[in-house]
Structures are given as structure tokens and as C-alpha cells.
Nanobody
């Protein structure tokens, strides 16, 4: 399996929390950075958060700083996105993607393997 698999999306109220999970293979996850990218209807894809291969470096979209946290469990090959205090503008399909390199990056074109996405709906 090369493509990562996302889970954890759903429909919530503004102010609620969700935790997304991204499961990958050891081959594609072990030494690579991983990121979350979202896309709302009619909008461009937008980088949300990224984490380096060992979890030592993270990067976030300004509008989610302080509300979202990306983390990873290397032994399990899982990356999480904890989303707190969700807002209606956070609603989108969230994709997990594996970086070509080991870094945490906001450059979407550096992501090589993409999951199918998981829907997050936030109502006001």
C-alpha cells in the first residue's frame, strides 16, 4: 500500500473537536514528512499542517495555529491531526499526503502520495 488512508472526519458544531488519523505503510512513512491539506468546494487546495519524519518539526497554516496539532506515532506509521475549536471555515475534505522529503513543508507540490480524503463539516 502506497497511498495513505485517512479516517476520523465527520459533522460537528462550531467549537467542537475532531481528530483525524492517517495510516501509511512503513516504506512510505518511515523517513518522510507528512502533511494535511484541505480543499473546500470551489476553492484551491490549502496546506493545513505538516510534520517532519521524526516529528521534530511542524508547520501550520496561520489560521489554524493554536487550534490544530499535528503529531505522529512512528512505530504505528500513523499521523494525527487534532482539531480543536473548529470553525465553519474549517469545513473541507482533508487529505493526508506524504512528502517526497523528510521535512515538514507547506509546499503542496512536494507531496507525492495522497489519500482519498475525509470530509469535515462544521455547522455554526
Amino acid at each position: 500500500q502506497v497511498q495513505p488512508v485517512e479516517s476520523g472526519g465527520g459533522s460537528v458544531q462550531a467549537g467542537d473537536s475532531l481528530r483525524l488519523a492517517c495510516a501509511g505503510s512503513k516504506r512510505t512513512f518511515c523517513n518522510n514528512g507528512v502533511g494535511w491539506v484541505r480543499q473546500a468546494p470551489g476553492k484551491e487546495r490549502e496546506f493545513v499542517a505538516g510534520i517532519s519524519w521524526n516529528g521534530g518539526t511542524t508547520d501550520y497554516l496561520d489560521s489554524v495555529k493554536g487550534r490544530f496539532t499535528i503529531s505522529r506515532e512512528r512505530v504505528k506509521n500513523i499521523v494525527y491531526l487534532q482539531m480543536n475549536n473548529l470553525k465553519p471555515e474549517d469545513a473541507a475534505v482533508y487529505y493526508c499526503a506524504v512528502n517526497r522529503l523528510a521535512t515538514a513543508t507547506s509546499a503542496i507540490d512536494r507531496y507525492r502520495y495522497w489519500g482519498q480524503g475525509t470530509q469535515v463539516t462544521v455547522s455554526s
